[in-house]
């Protein structure tokens, strides 16, 4: 699987959109684009993923660049509760045992 | 709604003991995973396995062994604890086949090896 690069850490005030970059530049194109949040003290949950088109669903947007070598992450409106680490992680769908390889990800702070 | 559940949240043993890590799914998932997670490291793959009987090894599989007698149950086994093995263990499964997309987690079990 192709290895993501994330910052180590930003920071928005609540109520503000909050966007999460995130580069993968050797992504392939059976390559789809994993976005996981971990809470403090609990399991990583998922969020949203996409190949090449842009997607939304009630949790964020992902917005994946045209070479698809890069993705943004957004939540529009930023709570306390989404102080987390963000996880993007590219993988291949093929294959029944495919797996998500986690990198260190990026810690988002809410400021009040 | 999916549950993924782990025997124990904290765990204490002292090293060279047999230490067993327990994780249940109840959704009929095909794959199962275990991770262990450290500061500055982050998840970690230990072992998956993505049918009964069937393993195979993550990034970091030495120390360790794993079972999966049950579709539903996937055990972590640490042969002798060492205190290097002191961390968070997280369990995860995941339905089988090449559109599957949602990884569900368990709560994690927190091991300290003395």
């Known amino acids: 699987d192709a290895k993501t690069t994330q910052p180590p850490s930003m920071d928005c005030a609540e109520g503000r959109a909050a966007n999460l970059p995130c580069n993968h530049s050797t992504i392939s194109g059976n390559e789809y684009v994993y976005w996981y949040r971990q809470i403090h003290s609990q399991g990583p949950q998922y969020i949203i993923h996409?190949?090449?088109n842009n997607e939304t669903n009630e949790m964020a947007s992902l917005i994946i660049t045209e070479d698809r070598k890069s993705s943004t992450l957004i939540l529009p409106h930023a709570t306390l509760r989404d102080t987390a680490v963000y996880y993007c992680?590219?993988?291949?769908?093929?294959?029944?045992?495919?797996?998500?390889?986690f990198g260190k990800g990026i810690t988002l702070s809410v400021r009040p | 709604d999916v549950k993924v559940t782990q025997s124990s949240r904290y765990l204490v043993k002292r090293t060279g003991e047999k230490v067993f890590l327990e994780c249940v799914q109840d959704m009929d998932h095909e794959n199962m995973f275990w991770y262990r997670q450290d500061p500055g490291l982050g998840l970690r793959l230990i072992y998956f396995s993505y049918d009964v009987k069937m393993k195979e090894k993550g990034d970091i599989p030495e120390g360790y062994s794993v079972s999966r007698e049950k579709k539903e149950r996937f055990s972590l086994i640490l042969e002798s604890a060492s205190t290097n093995q002191t961390s968070m263990y997280l369990c995860a499964s995941r339905m089988g086949g090449p559109m599957s997309n949602e990884q569900f987690f368990g709560p994690g079990t927190r091991l300290t090896v003395l």
């Open positions: 996409g190949l090449k």
């Open positions: 992680i590219v993988r291949a769908n093929t294959g029944a045992n495919s797996k998500l390889t």
